[in-house]
């Protein structure tokens, strides 16, 4: 039987438990720190991290650590490959290498958001370490001495086009710590290298998604030598990444890589998050077309986007025509050849085909919408002001928001978030009106489908 925590928990920024955990952590890693080197013994072969004091004990660091080959070359848009080993015997000699894991994981390659780059709030997010095509790999935390502990999965957000297990603010030595568990980052393609999709073996589609599972694969296999217990695996993500482990709620390949799941303001039925085979190959044809690979046959432009340098797919991702409000450029797509193999997902999602022994918690923010009208709307959200909205105005926004609904039930909406104070806010300028805006485009994104995924 499926069990699911039926209780909405109301992620806040400031008053959150993990982030704070986050912030905490953020504040202090600065400073001075001694670091011992620790090595761990794998099957494929020898690791060194570092031990080091922590919020008064010892924490066990071991970043960038690889769980898959290089995705570079011709092996660019195609599934990952289990990192090979790296230890190797003459004579009843171990020859083998040890691998250095003590420098933070590469970001997956992506651009920058600079829509403000003054204020902290959008810079956090951007990527702290070099952006690298060859980016499979994961950070992990320990308690020192750990044994048989939880494990704790994160799955950074970003629309799938950026994000990075690196960040600051997702430093796990606090989290492990505190919560005497093992922490685990790990890195998944983005943009058109985890999500270009031709509906052909050369360019399959979800490659981002066959990543995270790779990734959980590895991590089961050999987080018990970091003291974890492969038996309480829990994933635990935001936007991007909540979305995703629905994802692997229903993918065949990743039953049984993990036990439990947290969902921060993000569901797989987010309309944001996963296109459909049809919508996903027409922005990917648009892409190939910016980046000058408009070929007739499948296996030639492909072979052409192998060539293509990565900035250029960084350029122009968001030159993809027609993208409707909050709609992100390359996502998930709900059929495809090696993650979806069974069935639809959208059609998962509504016949309740996804895994029913994970236990979930699901979370969603007081206010999801504010954050995106910002980007989506800065004709009426400047970054700098508070927002104040006329009622003409007001439905501006509603009909940019939703211009892909029909007209009546665009009005229908405007009428019940303002309600019987509407002739109240018929002239002059209201808080009010900006506020039900923000309100609208965070029930519609995210908070509608939480709540039905959290039902079902």
Same mark, same amino acid.
């Given at each position: 039987? /499926? %069990? ?16 704070? &955990? ?8 600065? =400073?001075?720190? #001694? ?11 020898? @690791?060194?991290?570092?031990? =080091? ?35 190797? /015997? ?25 829509? $403000? ?34 494990? &704790? ?31 685990? $980052? ?19 589609? $979800? ?8 990734? &959980?694969? /590895? ?9 974890? $217990? ?8 935001? =936007?991007?990444?909540? #979305?995703? @482990? ?8 990743? %039953? ?15 309309? /944001? ?12 044809? !648009?892409?190939? %077309? ?7 046959? @499948? ?11 990565? +900035? !250029? ?19 998930? *797509?709900?059929?495809? !050849? ?19 022994? *994970? ?47 029909? !007209?009546?039930?665009?009005?229908? +909406? ?7 104070? %509407? ?10 009106? +900006? ?22």
């Amino acid at each position: 039987m /499926w %069990r699911l925590f039926s209780i909405i928990l109301v992620f806040s920024f400031i008053d959150g438990t993990i982030l704070r &955990l986050l912030q905490v952590n953020a504040s202090l890693s600065s =400073s001075h720190q #001694s670091k011992v080197p620790v090595d761990i013994e794998l099957q494929a072969g020898l @690791i060194r991290g570092f031990e =080091s004091i922590f919020l008064h004990k010892r924490v066990r660091s071991f970043l960038g650590v690889p769980f898959a080959e290089p995705p570079v070359g011709e092996l660019r848009f195609w599934p990952p490959r289990l990192k090979k080993p790296w230890n190797g /015997w003459i004579n009843c000699g171990n020859i083998g290498k040890t691998i250095e894991a003590t420098i933070l994981a590469p970001a997956c390659y992506q651009g920058r958001d600079t829509y $403000n780059e003054s204020f902290w709030g959008s810079e956090m997010w951007n990527a702290n370490t070099p952006v690298s095509e060859d980016c499979l790999y994961m950070n992990i935390w320990a308690p020192a001495e750990a044994s048989n502990l939880t494990v &704790l999965v994160w799955f950074f957000g970003g629309g799938f086009w950026y994000g990075s297990p690196s960040l600051l603010l997702y430093d796990g030595k606090a989290l492990a710590l505190t919560s005497n568990t093992i922490v685990v $980052n790990i890195n998944y393609r983005l943009g058109a290298f985890g999500y270009l999709y031709l509906g052909d073996s050369e360019v399959p589609g $979800n490659m981002g998604m066959l990543d995270q599972q790779l990734a &959980l694969y /590895w991590i089961r296999e050999n987080i018990e030598a970091f003291g974890g $217990n492969p038996k309480s695996i829990t994933i635990f993500g935001e =936007s991007a990444g909540a #979305s995703s @482990i629905v994802a692997h709620l229903i993918a065949p390949g990743s %039953r049984g890589l993990f036990h439990n799941g947290i969902l921060q303001s993000g569901s797989l039925d987010n309309r /944001w998050s996963m296109d459909t085979p049809k919508r996903a190959l027409e922005k990917s044809r !648009e892409l190939a %077309r910016l980046v000058g690979c408009n070929r007739t046959n @499948i296996y030639d432009m492909a072979r052409c986007l192998r060539r293509v340098p990565p +900035a !250029e797919f960084v350029d122009q991702l968001w030159n993809i025509p027609n993208l409707g409000f909050l709609e992100f450029p390359l996502v998930i *797509v709900s059929k495809d !050849e090696n993650f979806f193999t069974k069935e639809d997902a959208f059609i998962a999602l509504r016949n309740k085909n996804f895994a029913q022994d *994970v236990n979930l918690m699901i979370g969603i923010n007081s206010d999801e919408g504010a954050f995106w009208n910002i980007y989506n709307l800065p004709k009426f959200y400047d970054h700098q002001t508070q927002p104040l909205l006329g009622i003409n105005e007001f439905n501006e926004c509603v009909n940019t928001a939703f211009s892909r609904l029909p !007209e009546v039930i665009r009005a229908a +909406a405007a009428y019940v978030y303002t309600g019987n104070n %509407r002739c109240d806010y018929a002239n002059g300028q209201h808080r009010f009106l +900006a506020d039900q805006v923000n309100q609208m485009v965070g029930d519609y994104f995210f908070t509608c489908d939480s709540l039905w995924f959290a039902d079902q």
